[in-house]
């Protein structure tokens, strides 16, 4: 049956009914494991969504669906570590708005794919969580890496590993940076223009089953242990990190 009221243009009904489908999914894999359910959406809208609508649109439903996972886990989150974040990530987001060369998306995956290996398999010292000058540098980067590519949850995830140890303070702590980024995102495309309105009824539909996501994983959460979180974050967080690699391998123009 045709739902007329889906104002989103282009965006057919079996599109609808699969996004709404995959923000449950990927939103309970998000609120289990902390990353990868923002990049697995990004990467699945893209089949569906114009370009020029996919970052905002994406944006505002992470904002929504990690709003939700902070709401649910705040009482884990790790405030000293997530304050200087932060403050460095809204000067990467405000970078990021009025970037006008854009960074060849090749060689930032890369970049970025190496640098998560490196970060989440290098050996975990006593004394080598980062310092606070050098978490507002890696806020004020990350957010700005997620203004132009769309999505950098498994470079927050890397960096916060680094400092903040237990799943439930790590998966916490994510949940509130990315809710201040997207939606410092969110505003920032607003301020350029981009017009949500005709985008309204997928994006609250998506923040439902998102938020119904969130909870389902969070049960899950509570009932794993910290060695298979731990084995599992790793393992998650590298196999994004080696199609990074991949994609941005695809890109590199070798001529």
């Known amino acids: ?27 309970a894999i998000s609120a289990t494991f902390g990353l990868g359910g923002g990049v697995l959406l990004l990467v699945l809208m893209t089949y569906f969504l114009p370009v020029a609508a996919l970052i905002p649109v994406h944006g505002a439903v992470q904002f929504g669906s990690n709003l939700s996972r902070m709401l649910v886990q705040r009482r884990h989150a790790v405030w000293p570590v997530l304050l200087p974040m932060l403050a460095g990530g809204v000067f990467g987001c405000l970078a990021g708005a009025v970037f006008t060369v854009r960074l060849d998306d090749a060689v930032l995956r890369l ?37 132009v590519v769309g999505a950098a949850g498994p470079l927050t995830g890397t960096a916060l590993s680094r400092t903040i140890d237990g799943r439930h303070a790590l998966v916490a702590s994510q949940a509130v940076f990315q809710t ?17 309105a005709p985008w309204l009824v997928l994006i609250c539909a998506m923040l439902v089953t998102g938020f119904l996501g969130t909870l389902a ?3 899950i959460l509570a009932k794993s242990n910290d060695r298979l979180f731990s084995l599992v974050f790793k393992i998650v967080i ?8 991949r994609r941005g391998s695809e890109g590199i123009n070798y001529a």
């Open 111 to 147: 970049v970025m794919g190496v640098a998560i290996i490196i970060l989440i398999w290098l050996p975990k010292q006593s004394g080598a969580s980062l310092t606070r000058p050098t978490l507002v540098v890696v806020g004020g980067v990350i957010n700005f890496i997620s203004m």
């Open 180 to 196: 201040a980024q997207h939606g410092l995102k969110v505003l920032a495309f607003g301020v350029a223009g981009f017009l949500l």
């Open 238 to 245: 590298t196999a994004l990190a080696l199609d990074l690699l």
């Open 1 to 27: 049956m045709p739902f007329d009221w889906i104002s989103a243009p282009g965006l057919s009904d079996t599109g609808f009914l699969f996004l709404i489908g995959v923000s449950f999914l990927t939103s």
């Open 217 to 219: 994983g969070s049960l």
